[in-house]
C-alpha cells in the first residue's frame, strides 16, 4: 500500500508522519487489497486551532474517504481511521457474502 502525506498551510513533524503511517497500515488488517492512501492534514481554520484529516483509500473498484475535525491531529487521524475500519469491515462482510451467494 502507498501511502502520501500532504501537509496544507504547515510542514508536518516527522514524528506526525510516523504516526499517520503507523495508523494507516493498522488499516490492512480489516481489508488486504488496499491500493492507495491518501491523507490530508490541514487547518480548518487557523485561529480556532481546528485540525483536520482527511484520509482517500483506493481499493479496486472503490473509494473511500474519511474526514475528522478536533484540536490535535492524532486525534483527527485516529478518528478518520476508525472511520474507515468501520467502512473496509462492512466491505469486506459484503464481498464475502455475495461470494457466498454464488457458490
Not at 480548518?44 to 475528522?68: F, S
Request: include cysteine.
Amino acid at each position: 500500500m502507498n501511502i502520501s502525506i500532504t501537509a496544507r498551510k504547515f510542514k508536518a513533524r516527522e514524528t506526525l508522519k510516523e504516526f499517520v503511517n503507523s495508523e494507516v497500515s493498522s488499516l490492512q488488517k480489516f481489508f488486504d487489497n488496499i491500493l492507495d492512501a491518501d491523507v490530508i492534514l490541514s487547518y480548518q481554520n487557523i485561529h480556532d486551532g481546528e485540525k483536520c484529516a482527511e484520509i482517500i483509500l483506493q481499493v479496486p473498484g472503490q473509494i473511500l474517504t474519511a474526514k475528522e475535525e478536533s484540536d490535535d491531529f492524532t486525534k483527527s487521524v485516529s478518528a478518520a481511521v476508525e472511520k474507515l475500519s468501520r467502512q473496509l469491515e462492512k466491505l469486506k462482510n459484503k464481498r464475502v457474502a455475495r461470494k457466498k451467494n454464488e457458490d
